[in-house]
T-cell receptor, first 114, second 109 residues
Framework: GAVVSQHPSRVICKSGTSVKIECRSL??????MFWYRQFPKQSLMLMAT?????????EQGVEKDKFLINHASLTLSTLTVTSAHPEDSSFYIC??????????FGPGTRLTVT | KQEVTQIPAALSVPEGENLVLNCSFTDSAIYNLQWFRQDPGKGLTSLLL?????REQTSGRLNASLDKSSGRSTLYIAASQPGDSATYLC????????FGAGTQVVVTP
């Protein structure tokens, strides 16, 4: 149980375009979902926390207008990187849980902006 | 501000040796500590979760200890195998999960 999927696993987009990443909890209802970003050989950094039906809470330094998060249902959250630039290239990982104490992680999405 | 440090950053051992991975954190006000495994280009696999009231957790060849007062946790992997090669991350939860940068482990046959 407690499986979280992400789609796509890899995406390449051109600079200036937007890309959407989906995070789904497959066998449980996730009231809270989290989005992390990981640079090579660095730790995961929390970007934002989203609760179903409400606005996401962004961490300090994360641009809300660049990283749009939607948590429309108890099984789906999306992260849209708007007007992507090469510096947005990274590994994005989502997690989901019924509370923040125990999170189940997705397999990650490798974003490359050319 | 919580800071999580993992030392060493990389470790290479011959097959069969025991692995000892260290994690330290600066703020002892945590609810739990978790160890994860991450394979290259992949997501996280949870290995062990230790609640703040616990001192250790065991699963198979893995044993993790927690000393909250000193801000330390150690992950022991007994009789290492090449399949244990991966990056191991520790994370503390004190309102949100905060990760260390990981220890990259290579087990040579």
């Amino acid at each position: 149980g407690a499986v979280v999927s992400q789609h796509p696993s890899r995406v390449i987009c051109k600079s200036g375009t937007s890309v959407k990443i989906e995070c789904r909890s497959l066998d449980f209802q996730a009231t809270t979902m989290f989005w992390y970003r990981q640079f090579p050989k660095q730790s995961l950094m929390l970007m934002a926390t989203s609760n179903e039906g409400s606005k996401a809470t962004y961490e300090q330094g994360v641009e809300k207008d660049k990283f749009l998060i939607n948590h429309a249902s108890l099984t789906l959250s999306t992260l849209t990187v708007t007007s992507a630039h090469p510096e947005d290239s990274s590994f994005y990982i989502c997690s989901a849980g019924t509370d923040a104490y125990e999170q189940y992680f997705g397999p990650g999405t490798r974003l490359t902006v050319t | 501000k919580q800071e999580v440090t993992q030392i060493p950053a990389a470790l290479s051992v011959p097959e069969g040796e025991n692995l000892v991975l260290n994690c330290s954190f600066t703020d002892s006000a945590i609810y739990n500590l978790q160890w994860f495994r991450q394979d290259p280009g992949k997501g996280l696999t949870s290995l062990l979760l230790i609640q703040s009231s616990q001192r250790e957790q065991t699963s198979g060849r893995l044993n993790a200890s927690l000393d909250k007062s000193s801000g330390r946790s150690t992950l022991y992997i007994a009789a290492s195998q090449p399949g244990d090669s991966a990056t191991y991350l520790c994370a503390v939860f004190g309102g949100k999960l905060q990760f260390g940068a990981g220890t990259q482990v290579v087990v040579t046959p």
